[in-house]
């Protein structure tokens, strides 16, 4: 009887708290003197930014942003990318007219270029965000004349997984689990897709992406775009080999959230084999993707979580059985780049064995966000 009474009066231990406890754990193991940092970034508040509605009649909210002092980190990228190949370029040439200079036959230029030669930036996409350090927010977006909103506000680190898709001219892309569907509308900005087929499972978070739809792009953009609610993990069956790009953006312990809400939130003890089951989820949405891509399709995986678990383990373990079960080879594609194009906005994690990883900071306080691009062979 006085088990019975401890039971139902004992305190919860708040899911954050339990968040908060596991992150401790297996964190500072990970990321080993760095973790005090980011946590403590997690627990405050977290950067947003800009991401401009290219479908907006808005000319002069660029202008307006600029004069708060907020600047679009896509383009610097996209400027410091061309700035870098075209020094790149004038290397190669130095270094093949002296090989030719030296008596060589002119064609050896040596092997080994930067990745940096072949790094692009959708300069479409346009996304703004107030410098290192400056905890500006921005306001709300308001809407134009015929009642698009000018900017979707959303973790700027989250355009990361959509500028490593690169989605060229009239590719058919796929969004795998896309609401509330701030990528989507990334997706859109590019104004490339040859077809966007967004979906996810879950009917009330697909309202959500409907209605950002409805409120960001107009009804001809809209129709475009085919939208359902399948488990993206029969995606492969469906609809296999038929996408130039995928994107694969998990659900995961989206550990900022995690750690500061009690709502939703995955740690809490109810939804414990839910959490555990993550990765097994993670892995089967991962290979989805890969089978709906076409040969030589790209394939970028994402979570908003550090755990190695959720990011390179899931990766690790999709190749193997692309390779195993299904006979596919699938190449891990270099995104070390964008540390360099992306460093001046967010702080990168150096030590991912896959893929790429944005850490908060209290001076640069977006993600975490993994990201990693597969190409089909
Ligand atoms: N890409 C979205 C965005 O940028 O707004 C966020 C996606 S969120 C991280 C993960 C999504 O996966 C959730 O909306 C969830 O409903 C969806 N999801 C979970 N299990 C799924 C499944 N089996 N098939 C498709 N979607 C799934």
Known sequence: LYKKKWATTSPRIPATRLALHHFDTTYSLQLQERWPAVRSAMLCEQKYGALLNNFASADLIAQQLELLSATDFVSQAARRARCWQENESVEVERRKTSLEGSGGDGMMVPAQTSPLLHASVSSNIKCYTFPRGDISRFHPAWPDSLGILSYYL????????????????????????????????????????????????????????????????????????????????????????????????????????????????????????????????????????????????????????????????????????????????????????????????????????????????????FGPMYFCKLRRA
């Open 154 to 365: 959303m973790d700027a680190a989250s355009l990361l997984p959509v500028l490593a898709l690169n989605v060229q001219p009239d590719d058919l892309v796929l969004d795998l689990c896309a609401a509330p569907g701030g990528k989507t509308l990334a997706l859109l900005q590019t104004g490339a897709c040859g077809h966007l087929a967004a979906n996810d499972v879950s009917i009330s978070r697909t309202k959500r992406l409907y209605h950002i739809l409805k409120s960001y792009v107009p009804k001809e953009i809209r129709e475009t775009v085919s939208i359902t609610s399948h488990d993206g993990r029969d995606w492969g069956e469906l609809q296999g080999g038929t996408f130039h790009k995928v994107l694969v953006d998990v659900p995961c312990t989206t550990d900022r959230h995690s750690v500061m809400e009690e709502e939703n939130n995955i740690f809490h003890k109810m939804r414990t084999k839910e959490r555990q089951m993550l990765p097994m989820m993670q892995l089967q949405l991962l290979m989805a993707g890969i089978l709906a891509a076409k040969p030589e399709g790209e394939v970028v995986y994402s979570t908003c979580s550090l755990s190695q678990l959720q990011n390179e383990h899931v990766v690790e373990r999709a190749i193997d059985i692309a390779e195993t079960q299904f006979n596919i080879t699938v190449h891990v594609e270099d995104l070390s780049h964008f540390r360099m194009l992306f460093q001046d906005t967010f702080c990168f994690f150096s030590g991912c064995r896959l893929g790429e990883l944005v850490l908060p900071h209290l001076t640069a306080n």
